[in-house]
């Protein structure tokens, strides 16, 4: 049962991959006029010779067909072409920044997901009371901060409260690792926080649902203790909701530090695509769009999974 779930959840990824790949791969053939010249944009120093090599260098000048085969057998490859403005390959630029956005949104998503689990508990438990109105306030504020102001806001009370701290920027952990996790600090925090409020208020509200069911009366009738009720019976089912906003959420924490990096001024891959898109460096946003979009559908099978793991009542079909 579960082999065949997983056969067919992986089949039908192929079909939203290769969808993907089209969209990706139309994006420069769609573009109305000379694809090359766009990309080229202000730069008026190269000769027709040279407009017309670099055409032949990306494949323009062949059946769109023969284009998107070529550079689909390619990318299966782990070969998504060269960087038109540096030359080197653009899996080479995406390995050098990718480490750095995978180690701030998984530090972002640990924070998370470990403090909204404590506070969605609580603010459940404590519901109409003082404390629950106070976490709910704080909860509704995280939600609806943008993570450019939140940035912002966090450089310039550091720059007046602690202007020694070195919050801006990017050092190689094995270079120094107290600037490193220094320097990660504000952007981590400007990252989780709009996913902290939000996953717990989904939990808050999962688990209200959960404390009314019949089993959950008969648990406390049993003479059950209450935190065995809360954390052995109810928590586990309110998970489940919770586990499908993760998998969301991981995409929207990916968008999220594309602005942050620029914020905090860490080149990942954020800043590398922003870059790419100034530059009209076109095949290097092809290449980063298909890999972010493939970690995007992955992360969903896995949220898929495991939401699978936590319900038995869900059926792998």
Do not use: C
Request: hydrophobic share 55%; charged share 15%.
């Amino acid at each position: 049962m579960m082999l065949s779930f997983l056969a067919k959840r992986s089949l039908e990824l192929v079909f939203v991959l290769f969808g993907v790949s089209v969209l990706v791969f139309l994006m420069i053939r769609l573009i109305p006029g000379d694809a090359v010249q766009i990309m080229l944009g202000a730069n008026t120093e190269i000769t027709p010779e040279g407009l017309a090599a670099l055409r032949e260098k990306l494949g323009l000048n062949q059946p769109i067909l023969v284009q998107y085969w070529n550079w689909l057998s390619a990318a299966l490859r782990g070969d998504l072409g060269q960087s038109i403005w540096t030359g080197r390959p653009i899996s080479e630029e995406i390995l050098q920044r990718l480490p750095i956005t995978l180690e701030l949104t998984l530090l972002s998503l640990i924070i998370a997901i470990g403090l909204a689990i404590p506070v969605g508990v609580l603010t459940a438990y404590w519901r109409n009371s003082s404390a629950e109105y106070l976490i709910r306030f704080f909860s509704i504020t995280g939600v609806t901060l943008p993570s450019f102001w939140l940035g912002t806001l966090l450089i310039f009370l550091v720059f007046k409260l602690a202007p020694g701290w070195q919050s801006l920027g990017y050092v190689p952990f094995n270079q120094d690792p107290w600037g490193h996790l220094s320097r990660l600090v504000l952007p981590v925090i400007t990252l989780s926080l709009p996913m902290l409020a939000g996953l717990g208020r989904v939990l808050r509200s999962s688990l209200l649902d959960v404390l009314n069911q019949d089993y959950i009366r008969t648990a406390r009738a049993k003479g059950l203790p209450e935190r065995v009720v809360l954390y052995k019976h109810a928590l586990r089912n309110a998970l489940i909701p919770l586990v499908t906003v993760i998998g969301i959420q991981v995409g929207y924490l990916f968008g999220g530090a594309i602005v942050v990096e620029q914020v905090f001024a860490i080149p990942g891959m954020g800043r590398l695509i922003l870059g790419a898109i100034n530059e009209r460096n076109y095949p290097l946003i092809q290449g980063a769009i298909l890999l972010v979009t493939t970690a995007f559908v992955l992360i969903n099978l896995v949220v898929d999974l495991i939401y699978a793991k936590l319900d038995p009542r869900v059926e792998y079909a």
